[in-house]
């Protein structure tokens, strides 16, 4: 795992936590904000590519392309704070083999899988799919070019310091098919990510995510590889993390919004601290 850091129940935490599709109006169920109410974003996302800065990793298992940076400065910038301010936040709670689990930063999704389809009942979802907010929308589109793939779900972290984290694990759901490929885009501040192979102790990499990076994680690297983003005792900035990934059926619509919006309340920026929303 991650260390003597690492809170032990944040071990435990799953793996598992991104429609190209137009998602039709969805009902309003209780405990949902009204995500109509999401404001649109003053940036463009298109004008905010950096091109030509991308490098493949290649060793063996290991498959990775980094995007460095993926996003200019200004727009990774206002996109940061327009995820801060404008999403809904969750800091998910839940139970797993008798040990209650407190999910060590905040989280937030959009999306649904690639089995539904336009016009047909959402009741079979055990949390009602939220469609994804035009900005975001509109940065897929752009990942999906760059990366060569296509994602239904944005899982969001938010990192609000060092004590805030992800443990060692890999996103290799079976509900993501076999040699899943995920973009995993960094904005605001800078956080290390770790690999480490799962039978090989000695084969480790480091990377610097720093604001407008992203990296894919493609082929077999999540079969034979874990990532983290580990917790610092060193003061680091707050870190928002952006990744696209492809459900392709219920289990993963029901998945990730089990563990990235659970039950709990909205939580919204309150004097630069998240705090739960009353009566939400
Ligand atoms: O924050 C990051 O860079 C990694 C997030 C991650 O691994 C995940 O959400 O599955
Ligand atoms: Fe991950």
Known sequence: MTGKRQAPTDCLEPSSKLARVAIPAIERSKGLPDYDDIPPASFDIAKGIRQNHARAIKKGDLDLVYFKPFLASATAKALYQW???????????????????????????????????????????????????????????????????????????????????????????????????????????????????????????????????????????????LHAVPKRTSTVQPRINITFRKALNIAGTNNYYKYNVGDGPVHKLVNGRMQPVAGT
């Open 83 to 225: 995820c801060l301010t404008a999403l809904p936040w969750y800091k998910v709670q839940y139970r797993t083999r008798g040990i209650d689990i407190d999910t060590p930063r905040f989280t937030t999704t959009f999306g649904i899988d690639q089995a539904f389809k336009p016009g047909s009942s959402l009741s079979v979802y055990e949390r009602k799919p939220r469609p994804i907010p035009a900005p975001l929308q509109a940065l897929l589109d752009q990942v999906s070019q760059a990366t060569g793939a296509d994602y239904n779900f944005l899982l969001i972290n938010f990192y609000q310091d060092g004590t805030n984290s992800i443990t060692y694990h890999s996103d290799d759901e079976k509900f993501l098919g076999p040699l899943p490929t995920i973009a995993s885009l960094s904005l605001g501040g800078s956080r290390d990510f770790l690999m480490k192979h799962k039978e090989d102790p000695k084969r480790k990499e480091k990377f610097l995510l720093e604001a407008g990076d992203l990296i894919v994680m493609r082929g077999s690297t999540q079969a034979k590889w």
